[in-house]
Structures are given as C-alpha cells and as structure tokens.
C-alpha cells in the first residue's frame, strides 16, 4: 500500500473543523464513488489554460468550498491548509507573521462567482497540482520542496495521507511530492502541509542594460560569485511603463549587510547599474510573478507560448533571435513562436532541456500533448503510479498525458 488508509477523516479532531467541511467531504467522496464518468477537479479555475485541454464530458468537482487554515505554527515554519483555501489569503495571513511561500506561486486572474470581477485567483490545491513557482524559485526552492505531506482521497474513496508536518520526515516513500505537477491525475488534494520561509530582512533591485549574450554572462558570473540574487529577469520585449527592452532586472534579498555588499560588487563590475525604486520594483516583481505583461497575455497570432526548462548556470543561445523572457538565472525561458512543436520539443531536449506548450493561440486547434513526453521508464513507472492511486483511471485522464 502507498499510503496510510484513514477510516475516518484526520481532520475530525481539529478545533476548527465544521459541519460545512464534513459535508464537503461527504459530498466529494460520493461524487467520486458514483460518478460514471471521468472527473475534472477546479477550485478558481484560474489556472484552466495549463496543460490538456480537460475533456468536455468530464464530470467536475468544485474544491473551492473545501477551505480554511487547519494548523499554523510561526515558531515551526509549518502551515496546514484545505485545497480550496486562496493563495492570496494565506499569504495575507503569512505576512502578518513576516513569513511567506517563497517560490511565489503566481496568482492569476479569474472572474469570481460572487462579484463577476476579475482579481488575482488561484487556491493552494492548483498551486500543488500544476507546480507553477515565480520569480524567486531560484532562492527559495520548489513548490515540491516545500510540500511536506498530503492527503488525497482516490478512486475507491479511500482518504490516503502521505508524509507529516515536519521538515525532517523519513518515513517511507515520499509520494506526497509526486502530487505537485501531477495535474491532479493521482487522486483529489485534500489537505497540505508546507513548510514557509521568513520574508527577507531586507530586498534591493537593480537594473542593468545588457544585450542577449551579455545577460547570459553577467548572470552567470554574479551566480558564480555567490551574490544573495533571489530574482533575475531580463526580455528583448519592451516592459510597459518600466523598462526599455534588453535590460537585465536584478532582485537582492537577505541580510543588510550582506545586500549592501553585494550592491557594491555589483557597481563595481557593471558602472551602468542604477538602483530601482522600491515601490517600482515591488509592482514590477508582482506583476511578472502573475503574468500580467501583454509577453504572457497578448494574442498568439496562430504560434505558442512556451515554457523552456533549461540546466542551471547553461550559455544556450539558439534561442536568441525568438520573443523570449528569461528568468531563474537564465534557467528558464518564456519563449513566443509559430515554430512547429514536434521540432521544438525535440530542439530544446537535445539541448538538456524541457519544453511545456504553456499556451496555445486561441485560432489554432491541437491534439498534441503539451508536456515533454516522457522516456518508455519514465512512462512505465507512471502509468504503475496512476493505477495504484487511482484504479479506476478517472481523475483529470488525459489532463497531464494522454496515456494517463
């Protein structure tokens, strides 16, 4: 067995648990016992455009009534949260104790059901699913570092729970992060547990004009020389209303001592790096992290919007003369193009990297699989997995990959 099977629900001991919650519970469990189709889970549906296109006769199953902060130690640097609790809220409530997520999920914007606007969306359960990190992944870790344990009900309605509430968890197989990114193909998240960081003493950026292959080896150097750089950004894009294109935005975060020290380095090996505002930086840094610039929302023009995971540290230029966004870097690039996808998936794995079709222009029908297809092992040992946890095969089928 994968997991621990709970009769009754571990939740059913906390103080702030309700009749509403149970009821869900209830409601989600028969819906998976009797349904006699496949079934979409969506909390916000903020993040509907990532991935397969879910199948249009799919049952759905809502998660954004299964909400709320189950346990929040400060002291311990831990947070056990329901799926359908809003990335936005517990940020709010991890700021007022000067913590954060860290890898900055991105919160997109979704039309809400109650006021018909448009606002910043997304719930922890979506965030756990699709594994989308932000700007500052590159110092403060993964979405999937940070998951600490889970629970999931699967497709006999049993309620499974994986890993715990603490960092140094060694109790067997760590199948709780074979959820993040899994697009809710292993089975519904129910409750997560994840470890948080302390928001940074203090945070500068700076700004440095630099052409394609001068970005590529001013970060490298700086990386090189141990730099507390939490952020890195640079587009041969336009930013509107922020900076001229091929401009490298550099973020600082750590000790006062240790950023002014760095800030100096920097001066020293770039004469043309200016500090930004920090009002300025701040709505800069917030808006790349939710994909709000017209790069990531303009219309398509019949091409791709690609999501390119490349090797730490690497030099990769082919791309140069393509609209791109780099960050994390220079490990990954948001690249524009009409390329045909079959060659761009295998370019950019020749070249040790990982391609993702994040989005497809709105003009243009496809059934190719938008996620790098796995190696016949890696295939094997997922379609196992997927038995395992979800024997009927009938959460999100398709959703991740087309075999699964």
Not at 50 to 70: A, F, H
Not at 190 to 212: G, N
Not at 277 to 304: I, V
Not at 333 to 356: C, H, L, M, Y
Request: proline share 5%; net charge positive; glycine share 8%.
């Amino acid at each position: 067995m994968l997991g621990v099977y709970i009769k009754k629900s571990f939740l059913s001991n906390q103080k702030n648990d309700n009749s509403q919650v149970l009821e869900w519970l209830d409601y989600a469990k028969s819906k998976i016992l009797n349904s006699k189709k496949p079934i979409t889970f969506v909390g916000h549906n903020s993040k509907f455009f990532y991935g397969n296109p879910p199948r249009k006769d799919n049952e759905i199953l809502n998660t954004s009534g299964y909400e709320g902060v189950i346990d929040y130690d400060p002291s311990e640097l831990v947070v056990v949260v329901r799926c359908g609790t809003s990335i936005t809220k517990l940020e709010s409530l991890l700021a007022s104790k000067n913590q954060t997520l860290g890898f900055d999920p991105p919160r997109f914007l979704a039309r809400s059901s109650k006021t018909n606007k448009l606002s910043p969306s997304g719930t922890i359960g979506g965030m756990v699913a699709t594994g989308l990190e932000g700007p500052q992944r590159i110092f403060n870790g993964s979405c999937r570092e940070a998951v600490l344990g889970l629970s999931i009900l699967n497709s006999d309605g049993e309620l499974l729970k994986f890993g715990g509430t603490v960092i140094k968890n060694v109790a067997g197989y760590d199948i709780s992060r074979l959820h993040v990114g899994a697009m809710g193909t292993l089975g519904l998240i129910l409750d997560i547990s994840l470890r948080v960081k302390p928001l940074p003493m203090t945070e500068r950026t700076i700004a440095i004009p630099a052409k394609f292959f001068q970005m590529i080896q001013i970060v490298n150097n700086f990386f090189s020389d141990y730099l507390p750089i939490s952020s890195t950004s640079w587009t041969n894009n336009s930013v509107y209303k922020f900076f001229e294109k091929e401009m490298l935005i550099l973020r600082l975060s750590g000790p006062k001592k240790s950023v002014a020290k760095a800030l100096e380095h920097i001066f020293r090996c770039q004469k043309e790096a200016y500090i930004v505002e920090k009002e300025r930086a701040d709505s800069f840094w917030n808006l790349l992290r939710d994909q709000r610039f017209s790069f990531f929302t303009a219309p398509l023009g019949g091409g791709f919007l690609w999501r390119v995971s490349l090797p730490f540290g690497n030099d990769f230029v082919s791309l140069d003369k393509l609209d791109q966004w780099a960050e994390w870097g220079n490990a990954l690039r948001w690249v524009r193009t009409d390329k045909d996808p079959e060659w761009f998936f295998s370019f950019i794995k020749s070249q040790g990297g990982n391609a993702t079709i994040y989005r497809v222009s709105e003009d243009l029908i496809t059934t190719q699989d938008r996620f790098t297809k796995p190696e016949w092992i890696e295939k094997e040992l997922q379609t196992k997995i997927k038995k395992k946890l979800d024997p009927k095969f009938i959460f999100n089928p398709g959703r991740l990959y087309s075999f699964i």
